[in-house]
């Protein structure tokens, strides 16, 4: 089986290469791990020792951010290495203050020996999933704490069924797990995994610290002016088709689009949908606009964008699962997305709430605005499911910095 994942790890990175003549984020992806060594070498002393963090991406960067944070603030001595394996994280937060960053080098023998003696952990900290064995089987044989914060696991993954012994070997590397519900514990107490404890989400500590302060931005406030708002945020095609057909029934609402892609061609496709729109980069933070529609053509301002909504649009429902709810929700707006919801507990949580809803078609989009846009409920319920969450990230921060971890 060993030999089958290393394979497919070489043969993915073949594929990547190839696309990336094509596709600008597999050029990022590819480039960025161009020298990489070489790039550590110059930011990181290896006899130096280091609390190393990895990230798939940038919605689990914000997810394990509070631990990170709260880390430095206790032990601001500390030298933090961050690592992401998309271009999505790091070219976001590459320039992040508290961390050296980069791209996490692929998973094979060499580069996990090579990566963890150029940064000397001290103990390393993997937000959600992501599980890489030659990195996880490295930092066991060296006796190195490796910790999952807010991970979830489901039935049908390899973990859990009976060819899994080699999943399950990644699983023995971890020293202790941190799990967002119940089933998860259940799950891995099934296969004789009891160093874990249900500590819930470290993204209700982020979403909630954002929500008390958030940005104030001057050209989104002259674009609304008094009017309800929609936010309509991480969208894809299939979201924006459906949405397409609101502005036009609820004239007297403003809509914000804020798509997870920003490519010109995606933002042109937006544009020829919602006609009479806006791109923020042309919108001047004095001008009374009395457009609709507004496309936030720029990454990184969503979880702010949401204060001045009423009721948010999550999108990604009708692809591999929705985005990040809880930056909506932190600020009391229900929820609506589309059916690939299953992976995610708070999505359940807040139907069961009467705080969210999913919907397939634009019918079933125009019931659920229709339920939401008045409803004070669904709003004070929303906000009031985040404060009671939070507190994941002090559970998480006791443990790990007793005095024999750190």
């Known amino acids: 089986m060993l030999w089958l994942y290393l394979l497919g790890i ?23 791990r161009k020298d990489i060594f070489k790039k550590i070498a110059k930011k990181v002393n290896p006899l130096e020792k280091h609390i190393w963090f990895h990230f798939a991406s940038l919605g689990e960067f914000e997810q394990g951010r509070p631990v990170l944070e ?7 001595s500390k030298k933090i290495v961050v690592t992401f394996f998309s271009p999505s994280g790091y070219e976001i937060r590459k320039n992040y203050a508290l961390a050296d960053v980069f791209y996490l080098p692929i998973d094979t023998p060499k580069n996990a020996k090579r990566f963890i003696d150029s940064i000397n952990p001290e103990m390393a900290i993997f937000t959600k999933y992501e599980f890489w064995y030659f990195y996880f089987t490295e930092l066991k044989k060296r006796e190195i704490p490796l910790y999952l914060i807010s991970g979830i696991f489901r039935e049908n993954q390899g973990f859990f069924k009976l060819y899994g012994g080699f999943y399950r070997a990644m699983l023995k590397c971890v020293t202790y797990f941190f799990v967002q519900n119940q089933e998860s514990v259940n799950l891995l107490n099934s296969i004789g995994i009891d160093n874990c404890t249900l500590s819930g989400d470290t993204r209700f500590d982020r979403v909630f610290e954002n929500a008390q302060a958030p ?15 929609l936010i309509c945020g991480s ?20 809509f914000i689009i ?19 729109s806006l791109r923020l980069s042309t919108l001047s933070a004095t001008e009374n606009t009395q457009a609709q529609i507004l496309i936030i053509d720029n990454i990184g301002m969503l ?48 139907i069961a709430l009467g705080s969210a809803q999913s919907i397939s078609d634009t019918n079933g989009l125009e019931v659920a605005f229709n339920k939401f846009k008045d409803n004070t409920s669904a709003s004070e319920k929303a906000k009031k499911y985040v404060q ?9 921060i006791e443990m790990i910095t007793k005095p024999d971890q750190i």
């Open 10 to 32: 070489r043969l993915y990175y073949v594929i990547i290469c190839f696309l990336s003549i094509f596709h600008a984020k597999a050029k990022l992806f590819v480039n960025g």
């Open 70 to 76: 709260e880390l430095k603030k206790k032990f601001p």
């Open 215 to 229: 940005k104030i931005l001057p050209e989104i406030e002259s674009f609304i002016g008094n009017s309800p708002v």
């Open 235 to 254: 969208t894809w095609p299939e979201d924006e088709r459906i949405l397409s057909a609101l502005p036009e029934k609820y004239p007297d609402w403003k």
């Open 258 to 276: 804020a798509p997870h892609e920003i490519d010109s061609n995606h933002i042109e496709s937006i544009e020829k949908q919602f006609s009479g």
């Open 303 to 350: 979880s702010s964008l949401y204060r001045y909504g009423k009721l948010a649009y999550i999108g990604g429902g009708f692809g591999a699962g929705i985005h990040n709810t809880l930056e909506a929700v932190a600020f009391g707006l229900p929820v609506i997305f589309g059916p690939k919801y299953e992976k995610f507990q708070e999505a359940k949580d807040l």
């Open 388 to 396: 009671e969450k939070k507190g994941s990230t002090d559970q998480i």
